[in-house]
């Protein structure tokens, strides 16, 4: 990637998209799609290996599909995926037994920690989580929290059983996070030998019990990368903070005109702020009078809308990574809608532009940064 070249990466329902732009963010170039005629939930660029960029691309007719480029999108080499354990040990006289738990769709693909430079962590569904070592050439299970012992308290949600949430803290290097639906939110504190729910104060409106361990339906999650102990959580049922690294939450979202969506996320270069697209929970879109994508200030304890000067009738929605931000100060907010708009801000939420270029519906919208 140029220097100073900010890049979108673009995971939609028909292929991936590739837009760049110089770090005024204003002009955009869009080059895709990447592996057509699938559903790319997710895009993301490895900052440990500077051009590589993975897609996961789902086919209904071939299945779950990991990509690697090595030159920022132009060619692209498939990579081995995970297989699940098998069922039994002892081999079968009908021949090879099938996977205990078939791999439906790839969500979410995290790369590890800088001083780990071929590690990455995998997301599947039905709500798994993989690790390799070697850079895609081998996969492990995530044992502990794959077979977890409140496991049979899981339930799919309307995407499926899927982990969609994969976060390194980067002040603890032995803790991690991660959100599947519909189970919850855990965290492991030694390197994921260990993982424990971190659920407590979030409710669950459809389940007999109100306030459960697991069941949750997390639909995202982020940290304050300058304050990691402070988490941002977008339920199925509510908005939520956390100010102890989940040990507990508090629902935030009450006095919005819904407390329902699917994206969060809180810029690097604005500790103490996240942004939220409330939807109509019964159709989850957008009602009048249009689009609104709302700023969170954590100190003040406070919420204002972003989009004040100009408005975006109609209706829109949204998928789970459909909403991300740069390191770039002031900083960019991005967000993509199942429609196939992509909305952008390049002066930290005060502006909004749409870009002109309709995607197919967008599942996923990740940035590479500039490169320093």
Known sequence: MAKGMVRLLIGTRKGGFIA??????????????????????????DPRHPGHIYSLANSWFFGPLLYRSSDGGRKWSELSTPLMPRSSKRPSPLGPEPPKRPIANLWHLEPGPAGEPRSMFLGV????????????????????????????????????????T?????????????????????????????????????????????????????????????????????????????HDSAESWKRIGRSLPYDFGFVVAAPAASPGNAFFVPLDPKYRITREPGLQVWKWAD??????????????PGTYGTHREGLTTDALDPFGLYLGTTTGELFFSN??????????????????????NPEP
């Open 20 to 45: 760049e732009s110089d770090v005024r963010r204003r002009k955009w170039e869009v080059r895709g799609p990447v592996q057509p005629g699938t559903e790319v939930f997710h895009m993301v660029a």
């Open 125 to 164: 569904d039905p709500g798994s989580l993989f690790r390799t070592d070697d850079l895609a050439k081998s996969w492990t299970p995530v044992s502990a929290l794959n077979e977890h012992p409140t496991r049979e308290k899981w339930n799919p949600g309307a995407g499926g059983m899927c982990t969609h």
């Open 166 to 242: 994969i976060l390194l803290d980067p002040s603890r290097p032995h803790r991690m996070y991660v959100g599947i639906s519909a189970a919850g939110t855990f965290r492991t504190d030694d390197s994921g030998e260990h993982w424990t729910p971190m659920n407590h104060g979030v409710a669950v409106s459809f389940l007999p019990e109100k306030h459960p361990e697991v069941g949750q339906c997390v639909h995202d999650v982020t940290l304050d990368p300058a304050h990691p102990e402070t988490l941002y959580r977008q339920d199925h049922d509510g908005i939520y903070v956390s």
């Open 299 to 312: 100190g003040a304890r406070k919420w204002s809308p972003t989009m004040r000067s100009q408005l975006w």
């Open 347 to 368: 002066d930290a939420a005060r502006s909004w532009s749409l870009m002109p270029y309709h995607f197919p519906a967008i599942h996923s919208v990740a940035v590479q």
